[in-house]
Structures are given as structure tokens and as C-alpha cells.
């Protein structure tokens, strides 16, 4: 290989590495979020800070870019998924049963967006359940279905989209504590994936 | 196994010919180095690759990801504020419609909420905030544009509270405080000048959206005379 060639070859990797590397983990480290600045509980991941003054700069980035007005988390969590218990990300082609099991917080709140954090448009207008308007199981329970067609419930409709994400925002400051403290949560709702079209 | 012990001339002795045998027992090692690096004694498809300049490339690539977090966060600095500040007249409370997918206040902002919201501009005196909350679920919250949140006040379940607060302006150049004759009222000073307040009320049922929607109206944000 000639000088020339080498030289040229190893410019190119010097700016593959610097500005690709470095953007494509900005950009990760932003949006998906790092053991630095979030959270994660099984499929839901939080960003602790977000909304204080002492924020990180990725919560910062993370929130200014999202147009956010978060409230401060020392009171409430606001907690997102984007894949259900196994994984894969939910998409409104598949139905869904977030289910609330021995999730007791003082108020929640799920809502279901698009990746932009659009509301799904959808013929009944409903955008979301709160811990006031959700209906509970005899057991205690209280499963939401996340689905395309009316489901019997509480049906929280998908749209006919494509990826969707969904919120929970939690009013909880023994919970609020434990994330801050680096503590577990022990029973937040899982999102199982009950079929596909 | 017997030990016998070794006196350091002995050791002196021995080095020399300890440190000739350790190449050899090196190579007997299994290589640790990656497959994808060059080996040592072979002429790799990869030798074009100056390790210092990858070096500096991984350095390069560090500055170029604190920059860019940097700027992404100053470049979209403000962006939910100046959408409120389109649609919300200066230091007045406005009720705002319920949200829609047509008609969104903000990004991921809980949709199955009643807001009121004052946009407050302290470029002209302080601004005096009074908001009851009424239960879980609803709070009061103050923003700068840049999305800190300098106060929250959430409810409690079933258990009512009015507040009443002034925003003043904070930093060198800041006009004094008002006084107000008889009022005790908190002082929040806001590191900007401008900002928004935003109460907001979960709603729990039609049936209770014009109770929630009158009780929202009740919040008042009014610029304090001098």
C-alpha cells in the first residue's frame, strides 16, 4: 500500500471514529439514556433529573429536545417504554395488556404517544387512563389494553401508526425517593404482548 | 513438594538465565491479543493503521460527543416555552382547552389533564401567583424557558391547599422587591425573566370536567403594582 493511500486511509478513520463515534453516542446517550442520566425498570426507564436545576447535560439535551416541561422528580416519575417485557418495541400492529399488579402509587397516569410525542389520533379520542378513570379487576388489578380495535376495558386505543411509546407518570415520593436513592421498584407494571395482526 | 530455600547470591546467579528463558515461556502463552489486531510477527491486513492517530481519533471522537451534547441542548433550549408563549398572553392565567390529537399543548404532556397556565414576564415588576390545589394528582409548577423547574407544589388526596406566591426577579440588576401593605405572601425569585407557571388537574371522569374546569379558573396571575 502506498504512502499516500495509507495516510489518506487513516484520515478517513480518524474522522469516522471522531465525528461518527462521537455523534452516534451523543445521539444515544441523549435519546436512550445511560446509567449517568436514567433509569431503567424492565421496560421502563426514567430520567431522574430531569426538570432541576443541578440537571446533567444528557437530561438537559434529553428534555429540551423533547420540548419538555418536566416537573421536578423529587415528586413525581415520569416513566417511558418503548418495548414490551421481552424486548421488542410496540408497535400499534400487536395488542398489548399493561398490567398493574400490587402497584399502588398515591396517582398515576398512562398515556400513549407516537415516537415524537404526538397523542395517536383515534375515532374514540382517548389518549389515556389515569389511577381516577381506570377500572380495577376483582383482584385488585388493573390491566390497560394497548390495541388497534376496541378492547373490552380499559382500552387504550393504538392508532394505526406504527412504533408507539407509552408514559406513566407516577405521583409518588416513596417511589420518587428510591429511584433518587438508587433503591428498587419492585412492582411496576409489566407490558406483555398479547397478539399480532 | 520440598522448598529449599534460596539466598539472594544464589538468586543473583540465577537471574540472568531466569530472564533469558522468559520470552520463551511467553510465547508459550496463549495470545491475548484480539484476532482483529495485527499478531505479533505477522504482517496484518490492518498494518496501514497508525495507532497513534487512532489514539487521537477516539480523543477527537470524546470532544466531538461533548460538543454535540452541548449543542443539542442549547440549540433546542426554549423550544416548549416559545409554543406555550404563542399562544399565552403575558402575566394573565389562561384556561386551556383539553387536548386533542389535533389540538396538543406540548410533547408528552399527560392528555387527560385540565392546565391553566400564566406566562409571566417580570421585565415590567414582580407578578403575584394564588392557585388552590385540590387533590393528588394536581400541581403547581413553575418553569424558566429552559425547562428548570424552580417550584412544585403537589396535591395531597382529598386534601385541599391555596397558595399564594409573588415572582420576583433574581440577579444583580434586578429591580428591589415590592412591598405589598399586608401581605405576607412567598417570594420565588426567578433566575429569568420570563417564565411560565402551569397548574394542572387531573380529570376523573366527564361528569366532573366542569367542576375541575371552574376550579382551575379560580387561579390568578396578575402583575403586582409598584
Same mark, same amino acid.
Given at each position: 500500500?502506498?504512502?499516500?493511500?495509507?495516510?489518506?486511509?487513516?484520515?478517513?478513520?480518524?474522522?469516522?471514529?471522531?465525528?461518527?463515534?462521537?455523534?452516534?453516542?451523543?445521539?444515544?446517550?441523549?435519546?436512550?439514556?445511560?446509567?449517568?442520566?436514567?433509569?431503567?425498570?424492565?421496560?421502563?426507564?426514567?430520567?431522574?433529573?430531569?426538570?432541576?436545576?443541578?440537571?446533567?447535560?444528557?437530561?438537559?439535551?434529553?428534555?429540551?429536545?423533547?420540548?419538555?416541561?418536566?416537573?421536578?422528580?423529587?415528586?413525581?416519575?415520569?416513566?417511558? !417504554?418503548?418495548?414490551?417485557?421481552? @424486548?421488542? /418495541? =410496540?408497535? #400499534? +400492529?400487536?395488542?398489548?395488556? %399493561? $398490567?398493574?399488579?400490587?402497584?399502588?402509587?398515591?396517582?398515576?397516569?398512562?398515556?400513549?404517544?407516537?415516537?415524537?410525542?404526538?397523542?395517536?389520533?383515534?375515532?374514540?379520542?382517548?389518549?389515556?387512563?389515569?389511577?381516577?378513570?381506570?377500572?380495577?379487576?376483582?383482584?385488585?388489578?388493573?390491566?390497560?389494553?394497548? !390495541?388497534?380495535?376496541?378492547?373490552? @376495558?380499559? /382500552? =387504550?386505543? #393504538? +392508532?394505526?401508526?406504527?412504533? %408507539? $411509546?407509552?408514559?406513566?407518570?407516577?405521583?409518588?415520593?416513596?417511589?420518587?425517593?428510591?429511584?433518587?436513592?438508587?433503591?428498587?421498584?419492585?412492582?411496576?407494571?409489566?407490558?406483555?404482548?398479547?397478539?399480532?395482526? | 513438594?520440598?522448598?529449599?530455600?534460596?539466598?539472594?547470591?544464589?538468586?543473583?546467579?540465577?537471574?540472568?538465565?531466569?530472564?533469558?528463558?522468559?520470552?520463551?515461556?511467553?510465547?508459550?502463552?496463549?495470545?491475548?491479543?484480539?484476532?482483529?489486531?495485527?499478531?505479533?510477527?505477522?504482517?496484518?491486513?490492518?498494518?496501514?493503521?497508525?495507532?497513534?492517530?487512532?489514539?487521537?481519533?477516539?480523543?477527537?471522537?470524546?470532544?466531538?460527543?461533548?460538543?454535540?451534547?452541548?449543542?443539542?441542548?442549547?440549540?433546542?433550549?426554549?423550544?416548549?416555552?416559545?409554543?406555550?408563549?404563542?399562544?399565552?398572553?403575558?402575566?394573565?392565567?389562561?384556561?386551556?382547552?383539553?387536548?386533542?390529537?389535533?389540538?396538543?399543548?406540548?410533547?408528552?404532556?399527560?392528555?387527560?389533564?385540565?392546565?391553566?397556565?400564566?406566562?409571566?414576564?417580570?421585565?415590567?415588576?414582580?407578578?403575584?401567583?394564588?392557585?388552590?390545589?385540590?387533590?393528588?394528582?394536581?400541581?403547581?409548577?413553575?418553569?424558566?424557558?429552559?425547562?428548570?423547574?424552580?417550584?412544585?407544589?403537589?396535591?395531597?388526596?382529598?386534601?385541599?391547599?391555596?397558595?399564594?406566591?409573588?415572582?420576583?426577579?433574581?440577579?444583580?440588576?434586578?429591580?428591589?422587591?415590592?412591598?405589598?401593605?399586608?401581605?405576607?405572601?412567598?417570594?420565588?425569585?426567578?433566575?429569568?425573566?420570563?417564565?411560565?407557571?402551569?397548574?394542572?388537574?387531573?380529570?376523573?371522569?366527564?361528569?366532573?370536567?366542569?367542576?375541575?374546569?371552574?376550579?382551575?379558573?379560580?387561579?390568578?396571575?396578575?402583575?403586582?403594582?409598584?
Amino acid at each position: 500500500m502506498s504512502r499516500f493511500k495509507k495516510a489518506l486511509l487513516n484520515v478517513a478513520l480518524l474522522l469516522g471514529v471522531a465525528v461518527g463515534g462521537g455523534l452516534a453516542s451523543a445521539w444515544y446517550m441523549i435519546e436512550a439514556g445511560s446509567r449517568l442520566s436514567a433509569r431503567t425498570f424492565g421496560s421502563w426507564v426514567t430520567w431522574p433529573s430531569a426538570g432541576r436545576p443541578e440537571a446533567d447535560p444528557y437530561t438537559r439535551a434529553h428534555v429540551t429536545r423533547n420540548a419538555e416541561l418536566p416537573l421536578s422528580s423529587t415528586a413525581e416519575l415520569t416513566f417511558r !417504554a418503548k418495548t414490551d417485557n421481552r @424486548g421488542a /418495541w =410496540l408497535t #400499534s +400492529g400487536c395488542d398489548y395488556a %399493561v $398490567v398493574m399488579e400490587e402497584f399502588d402509587p398515591a396517582w398515576w397516569d398512562l398515556a400513549v404517544y407516537d415516537l415524537q410525542g404526538r397523542l395517536v389520533a383515534n375515532p374514540a379520542d382517548r389518549h389515556a387512563f389515569n389511577s381516577s378513570t381506570a377500572m380495577r379487576d376483582l383482584d385488585g388489578r388493573t390491566v390497560v389494553t394497548l !390495541a388497534r380495535d376496541a378492547r373490552p @376495558g380499559n /382500552w =387504550l386505543p #393504538s +392508532g394505526r401508526g406504527n412504533r %408507539v $411509546v407509552l408514559v406513566l407518570t407516577v405521583l409518588d415520593t416513596n417511589m420518587a425517593n428510591a429511584v433518587h436513592n438508587g433503591g428498587s421498584l419492585k412492582s411496576m407494571p409489566d407490558i406483555v404482548r398479547t397478539g399480532c395482526r | 513438594m520440598p522448598v529449599s530455600t534460596l539466598s539472594l547470591d544464589a538468586l543473583r546467579q540465577r537471574l540472568p538465565q531466569f530472564l533469558r528463558q522468559v520470552p520463551g515461556q511467553l510465547q508459550k502463552l496463549p495470545s491475548r491479543v484480539p484476532r482483529w489486531l495485527p499478531q505479533p510477527g505477522t504482517k496484518s491486513a490492518m498494518g496501514w493503521i497508525s495507532w497513534r492517530l487512532l489514539a487521537a481519533a477516539v480523543l477527537l471522537g470524546g470532544i466531538v460527543h461533548i460538543s454535540a451534547t452541548f449543542i443539542a441542548a442549547l440549540s433546542t433550549t426554549g423550544q416548549a416555552y416559545r409554543q406555550l408563549a404563542e399562544r399565552l398572553p403575558a402575566n394573565s392565567m389562561v384556561v386551556l382547552p383539553l387536548q386533542t390529537s389535533s389540538r396538543q399543548i406540548l410533547p408528552f404532556l399527560p392528555p387527560d389533564m385540565l392546565y391553566a397556565m400564566c406566562r409571566y414576564d417580570l421585565s415590567s415588576g414582580s407578578v403575584a401567583v394564588s392557585a388552590s390545589v385540590l387533590d393528588a394528582g394536581w400541581a403547581l409548577s413553575l418553569h424558566t424557558p429552559d425547562g428548570r423547574n424552580l417550584y412544585v407544589l403537589p396535591g395531597q388526596p382529598r386534601r385541599r391547599t391555596d397558595v399564594s406566591f409573588v415572582i420576583v426577579p433574581s440577579g444583580p440588576d434586578a429591580p428591589p422587591p415590592p412591598r405589598r401593605d399586608g401581605a405576607a405572601d412567598t417570594q420565588i425569585a426567578s433566575p429569568t425573566i420570563e417564565g411560565v407557571v402551569i397548574l394542572r388537574a387531573p380529570i376523573r371522569g366527564l361528569a366532573w370536567m366542569a367542576e375541575t374546569e371552574a376550579a382551575l379558573q379560580t387561579a390568578a396571575c396578575t402583575p403586582v403594582k409598584q
